[in-house]
């Protein structure tokens, strides 16, 4: 059981957004630790696609954003395309466990 | 453009001790920003943080592991490496490295490169 939770899967179609969220507690999310967003498309490994709750790196369309609020975070996608589909996941930093990094279970995308 | 290759056998024996090295190149492994990681993911299943180290040989663990994972740093070598010890079949996962970028405190950090990943199989 992953201590950030998100839903296992999403769908949407085509052109469509889609948001995916990442629920934490008061010991990493809402005590303002920075959120980060990865995406693994099949057989690859994770890309960075979110850093700092809500900026993208160099190279990663603007159809992806990051917001935070509270003890959860979202990631939302508009203009779905067909190779957005993807796992995603989300990361924080834990005060309960000393030094130590967690992510979420990890969401499916389908594209419709 | 920086690259990290895991490298180490693909099948280890129960009890035994899971040995990778991540060799990074195209930047170099003492720079003071970063830190440099391992992320597992056994087949089918999400991701798991494992833990740490910085250039100077400081690590961090998931506390999950503490007892069983050793990450040390040859800096000479551009290397780092990860031993796990005790393994059972619960341990049979992709291992990944990467880079842990500091992006201002320790909350901050987020894994900025990847390596491609290595099956392990802990089967007799």
């Known amino acids: 059981q992953s201590v950030l939770t998100q839903p296992p899967s999403v769908s949407g179609a085509a052109g469509q957004r889609v948001t995916i969220s990442c629920t934490g507690s008061n010991s990493n999310i809402g005590a303002g630790y920075d959120v980060h967003w990865y995406q693994q498309l099949p057989g690859t490994a994770p890309k960075l696609l979110i850093y700092g709750n809500n900026n993208r790196p160099s190279g990663v369309p603007d159809r992806f954003s990051g917001s935070k609020s509270g003890t959860s975070a979202s990631l939302a996608i508009t203009g779905l395309q067909a190779d957005d589909e993807a796992d995603y996941y989300c990361?924080?930093?834990?005060?309960?466990?000393?030094?130590?990094?967690?992510f979420g279970g990890g969401t499916k995308l389908t594209v419709l | 453009q920086l690259q990290l290759q895991e490298s180490g056998p693909g099948l280890v024996k129960p009890s035994e001790t899971l040995s990778l090295t991540c060799t990074v190149s195209g930047g170099s492994i003492s720079s003071s920003s970063y830190y440099w990681g391992w992320v597992r993911q056994p087949p089918g299943k999400g991701l798991e943080w494992m833990g740490s180290i910085y250039y100077s040989g400081s690590t961090f663990y998931n506390p999950s592991l503490k007892s069983r994972l050793t990450i040390s740093v040859d800096t000479s070598k551009n290397k780092f490496s990860l031993k796990l010890s005790s393994v059972t079949a619960a341990d049979t996962a992709v291992y990944h490295c990467a880079r842990l970028y500091d992006n201002g405190g320790y909350w901050r950090r987020y894994l900025d490169y990847w390596g491609q990943g290595t099956l392990v199989t802990v089967s007799s």
């Open positions: 990361q924080s930093y834990d005060s309960s466990l000393t030094g130590s990094r967690v």
